[in-house]
């Protein structure tokens, strides 16, 4: 029958434990939700800074679609590109500090516009091999094109620079994440931008887990290393974590986010987002800026946590983010225990391969503004108990 091998490998995956399933969420996105009939204390989602739920974003995007209505109708090339989305992107461009800024619907959308735009046959592409799945995508879309893709090892910026310096392709690209998503470390973004300059090649930077956390006002990674809002440098910026909303956004000069509009397929091809997400998005943006209270009490969260946990012998990977990685090692052992914590009304997802590389299954632990010091507590008491 047709669909045999289907079944096959699905039955593969669920001996090896690495079967996926959805939980249903019958409460908001908060610090609390109910899920499967279940309340639990999050720290499964990327709401870091708290805003999924915020009453003012709500209640903008309400009034947003009373005034826009439900959808845009078109791409944004045809007849979808509406006031707020024009506003919005003018918001962004003055947020971030770049000249210029297109949005998409997704991050995954967004980054599958920049790179393969970029590189056509004889370009080349240097990739950090944590790079999140849709910036692997880009790289292989890029790949069909005809150009060269190279992959180097995690942060190593002496392999990124033997191979930039042995390349004599005529358009080089720099991709990684800035805030690596399972992992939870940074990206060495001023060594980046260094070898950008010395070997004339774009930089492009996914800023999904940093935009609204890292920087003076969340301005984002780049912004927490003082670095310029370069014309080599395109930023993606998704606004569905710590924005609380949906959709992203790539900033840059304006040359480039024009060649993006005139040529970027995933920019091209797609209805554009409803006007009220916009709405949204601009209120999102407001709470981001003055948002130095929320990123404050983030940063107490993650020093609870780590310091609880140092004394223990559940070692969490070094990271200053929201991100918290516990490494346990094996798939079933994880599931194990993030079901432990589960019966416990703690939600904290267990990370498997292929997301993460074999024996490197992991508690992913998101800590969120909205958490107090009360919850951190009930999540190490927790961790302590179960190790």
Known sequence: MIENRLSTELAAIETTGLTRRRHMLESPCGRTVTVDGKNLLNFASNDY???????????AMANGALQWGAGSGASHLVSGHLAPHEALEKEITAFTGFPRALTFSTGYMANLAVTPTLAGRGDAVFADKLNHASLIDAMLLAKAN????????????AALEKMLAASSAPTKIIVSDAVFSMDGDLAPLPPLFALAEQYDAWLVIDDAHGFGVLGPHGKGSLAHFNLPASPRILLMGTLGKAAGVGGAFVAGSETAIEYLLQKGRSYIFTTAQPPA??????????????????RANLIARIGQLRDGLAVSSLKLLPSITAIQPLIVGENEATVALSKALWERCLWVPAIRPPTVPKDTARLRISVSAAHTASDIDQL???LKELA
């Open 277 to 294: 997400i916009a709405c949204a998005l601009s209120k999102s943006l407001q709470l981001i800026r003055d948002g130095d209270a929320l």
């Open 146 to 157: 005809g150009a060269d893709v190279q992959r180097y090892a995690h942060n190593d910026m």
């Open 380 to 382: 190490i008491t927790a």
């Open 49 to 59: 800074l708290g805003l999924a739920g915020n009453a003012e974003i709500a209640q």
